[in-house]
């Protein structure tokens, strides 16, 4: 149906790896876009093949380990034909009604970007409330402004070659459109905590930058008085220093926060953010005090076990 639809000048950017569960919803959501662009990295299952058959542009990315990772290299290398460009994950739909509101907004040139907000599901159901919705990402903007943060985490090993929750920075006027994205995984479970495994390894740096006070030239900065992700991340900063950060995570998403009114899914997601933020703790605490290793010494086991042998009545 949408692709009967005239195309939206809008250049569509997917980053992906072994996405082709998700892919096709997406693929499918974003037909009204003019233009589409799947990033990958080397996907072994058919994730290539399904975007080929939906018309994207396929281009390999190769990670070096170093900065810019796959958004902002995209940003930065891609031939993109339209000004506008549109970031959207494989996990992410784009609904009619939003494409709709997109080509009104571009047609207008008020804004040089847009932020969306995005409805999270999960087991099956949106998550309202715990502080998931809403949810607001600049993902819609002149791709020759916008630049994704960095936030200094590159060296960390384990947390994959695309950027995770960095912010794009915009200098422009920046709006927000009404109608909503929907982020609909489709894989399980095991992938879910398998990716929130490599995020606290980010996590962890960003939490000790912040302990360390490291410079935020090149971030989106910290104001209780700017954007909504602005405040987010002030409220951040205070968030890091606090004691028992597991258990008041799952008090302020399921209590203060009202996630119980989700039901099942609600205390399943918020038992899940609270270990998310206990993993986040043990990996800082790796950081600050093993220098990012489960042990600092390699010969003091070898030492410990030839003492034993040679004294075995110790």
């Not at 549109?86 to 907004?105: F, G, K, N, Q, Y």
């Not at 043990?282 to 042998?309: D, F």
Request: glycine residues 6%; proline residues 4%.
């Amino acid at each position: 149906m949408n692709s009967k639809l005239p195309k939206i000048p809008v250049s569509v950017l997917i980053p992906a790896r072994n996405e082709e569960a998700n892919l096709p919803a997406c693929l499918e959501s974003v037909a009204r876009a003019d233009e589409v662009f799947m990033v990958d990295s080397q996907s072994s299952d058919r994730s290539i093949e399904i975007a080929q058959n939906h018309g994207a542009k396929v281009v390999q990315f190769q990670f070096n380990g170093r900065w810019p990772k796959k958004k902002n290299w995209s940003l930065e290398n891609l031939p993109f034909r339209n000004e506008w460009v549109l970031i959207v994950d494989c996990d992410e739909r784009i609904p009619p009604e939003l494409w709709d509101e997109i080509e009104t907004a571009i047609q207008q040139s008020e804004c040089d970007g847009y932020y969306l907000n995005r409805k999270v599901f999960f087991l099956g159901q949106w998550i309202r409330h715990g502080g998931k919705y809403p949810d607001w990402n600049l993902r819609l903007f002149q791709h020759s402004k916008g630049r994704y943060e960095n936030l200094k985490t590159e060296e960390i090993r384990n947390t994959g070659d695309n950027e995770v929750h960095e912010h794009v920075i915009l200098p422009g006027k920046v709006g927000y459109l009404k109608q909503d994205m929907l982020h609909i995984d489709f894989k399980d479970l095991y992938h879910w905590l398998e990716r929130h495994n490599r995020y606290s390894n980010w996590e962890a740096q960003v939490y000790l930058n912040r302990l360390n006070g490291k410079d935020q030239q090149g971030t989106i900065g910290a104001n209780f008085f700017g954007n909504a992700v602005q405040r987010k991340r002030f409220l951040k900063n205070i968030w890091v220093r606090l004691p028992f950060k597991p258990l008041l995570r799952f008090v302020l998403f399921y209590i203060i926060r009202l996630g119980f009114l989700d039901g099942k899914a609600g205390y399943i997601y918020g038992r899940l953010l609270s270990q998310y933020e206990y993993q986040i703790g043990v990996k800082l605490y790796e950081l600050r005090q093993c220098g990012g290793t489960l042990n600092t010494n390699k010969n003091e086991a070898p030492i410990a076990t030839s003492q034993a042998i040679a004294n075995p009545e110790s």
